[in-house]
């Protein structure tokens, strides 16, 4: 899966790449490896292994402005609002403005980057750009950590020729002081950052069975030099998938084609030495505005342990399959197995209103968010149209078949292996039925169903899961001759942070 998402990365943007060993390109650029040592943390200290299992959306204020007054150079910049402390916010706001109106400098072709094999590409000859485009945006607002990917698109053209490169730079704050942050600020102070991060990135840098340097990928990075050292200064941005670094005119062993080579580093891979949830997660407050949104950060899971059997062979045939993370608790084993068996009078149900039901699956899914474990259940009962097309090989006795029955059902426990109710997931006297009453008349809405007829026999039968940002609900119920499911999402942020009892 995390393969796929690099591959995912790599084709989608002129920003990625992978890379190739390749001759170095000639260059009358100097690329001498200055002295650039890993600063130590700043903030908390934070030893292996940290947790990081809750993130807290920062209450702030993102404002976009538009560059004015800046002749070729167009585009957008960022500031914040909202911090306590006037000096510290002005502080980020001076860097963030300054950061992308300095992009006009690349306006001379003297100025430009000096990325290897640079003159081979856009002659000296070229004097002034024809555009700067400049983009900011926000890739992080949490746990008093902020952000901000800035990008220039620069492009010349001479003789009916056009010439160009871009260039990006991660700004990350601490939002206590409003410092820069390096690499060594992310992770756990006793993090061995060479160790922890070279083989992430040899493992990137090496993909090169997969794609060739070549005019159908022209902006592929070329190892010119082996990678061995990861700088104080590195350029790296974060996002709530990992941290981003950035390669560009400031990393001698690549010739990035004068685009700016990104390499996700993903949380998951990183484990117990990411430190972003407690590193300046200090006592003080510094926001004028309350904290109205906390999320949970999700992990892949890891060995996952798969298996299928037949509970019945005929009239209909009944497929039961679980899914759980390898190393899990004996009491959920046994719970994923009870569920199964629970659903039994559903089937018969099904059934017994459409009995041209051939085949039926159970899918039983045993998953973690933070502190809270759940199981899901989902049955999909179907109907054989048309056995002229057979498909052998999928292990099941697959047609072209049309899905008459699905239903849903999710059970959450708390780390005491209690079965939580949706009243448990809120405070004392907030009102989760009105808002949920709220959402289910929109679900139904959108699917032109009426309210009256649909919302009692619903809500018998919601339940609910946890994920990263919102409570999800499925509830079943028969529309049209087919038992259906019915989803709709309530955003934590919509709930407000003080109003929920799972963050405590």
């Not at 045939?317 to 559903?346: C, F, K, M, N, W």
Request: glycine content about 4%.
């Amino acid at each position: 899966m995390l393969k796929f998402v690099r591959i995912f990365l790599i084709t989608i943007s002129f920003l990625t790449g992978c890379a190739q060993t390749t001759e170095p390109i000639s260059d009358n650029n100097d690329f001498l490896h200055a002295s650039d040592p890993m600063p130590k943390p700043q903030g908390q200290s934070v030893s292996y292994p940290s947790t990081y299992d809750i993130n807290t959306v920062n209450p702030i204020t993102i404002e976009s402005h538009v560059i004015s007054g800046k002749g070729i150079v167009t585009g957008e910049y960022v500031i914040i609002d909202g911090l306590i402390q006037t000096e510290v916010e002005n502080k980020i706001n001076d860097e963030l403005r300054n950061a992308a109106e300095s992009m006009s400098r690349y306006r001379d072709r003297d100025q430009a980057p000096t990325y290897r094999g640079i003159d081979s590409r856009i002659p000296r000859t070229v004097r002034q750009a024809e555009s700067i485009v400049v983009n900011a945006y926000v890739s992080y607002n949490q746990n008093r950590i902020l952000s901000v990917v800035i990008t220039g698109f620069v492009q010349f053209e001479q003789r009916g020729q056009s010439y160009e490169y871009s260039v990006c730079e991660g700004l990350n704050f601490d939002l206590n002081t409003g410092n820069r942050l390096s690499i060594s600020d992310v992770l756990t102070n006793d993090a061995d950052i060479p160790k922890l991060l070279l083989p992430l990135i040899h493992q990137q840098l090496g993909w090169t069975n997969d794609y060739e340097s070549d005019e159908d990928y022209p902006y592929l990075p070329a190892i010119v030099a082996p990678f061995t050292e990861i700088r104080g200064s590195q350029n790296f941005y974060l996002d709530e998938s990992g941290i981003i670094l950035v390669f560009d005119m400031n990393t001698p062993e690549l010739d990035t084609r004068l685009q700016p080579f990104q390499i996700p580093l993903y949380y998951s891979e990183l484990g117990s030495y990411v430190a972003l949830a407690h590193r300046f997660n200090e006592d003080s407050a510094i926001f004028e505005s309350e904290i109205t949104e906390k999320r949970f950060f999700l992990t892949e899971a890891k060995n996952e342990v798969v298996s299928t059997t037949t509970i019945q062979e005929e009239n209909p045939i009944i497929r039961v399959s679980t899914r759980h993370e390898e190393g899990l608790s004996p009491i959920y084993i046994d719970r994923a197995a009870v569920a199964a068996q629970r659903i039994r009078p559903l089937i018969q149900d099904v059934m017994t209103k459409l009995p041209s039901i051939k085949q039926v699956s159970v899918i039983v899914m045993v998953s973690n968010v933070s502190k809270f474990t759940m199981i899901s259940t989902w049955m999909i009962a179907q109907q054989f149209t048309d056995e002229d097309h057979a498909y052998p090989d999928s292990g099941w006795d697959s047609y072209d078949i049309e899905m008459q029955a699905s239903a849903e059902i999710f059970e959450v426990y708390d780390e005491n292996n209690k079965l939580l109710t949706l009243k448990d997931l809120f405070i004392a006297g907030y009102d989760y039925e009105k808002i949920v009453s709220y959402k289910l008349r929109e679900a139904l809405s959108m699917r032109m169903l009426d309210f009256e007829k649909f919302h009692a026999p619903l809500l018998q039968n919601l339940t609910f899961r946890l994920s990263a940002q919102t409570i999800d609900f499925f509830g079943f119920a028969w529309i049209d001759g087919n038992l259906e499911t019915l989803g709709f999402s309530i955003p934590y942020r919509e709930i407000r942070a003080k109003n929920l009892t799972i963050f405590d």
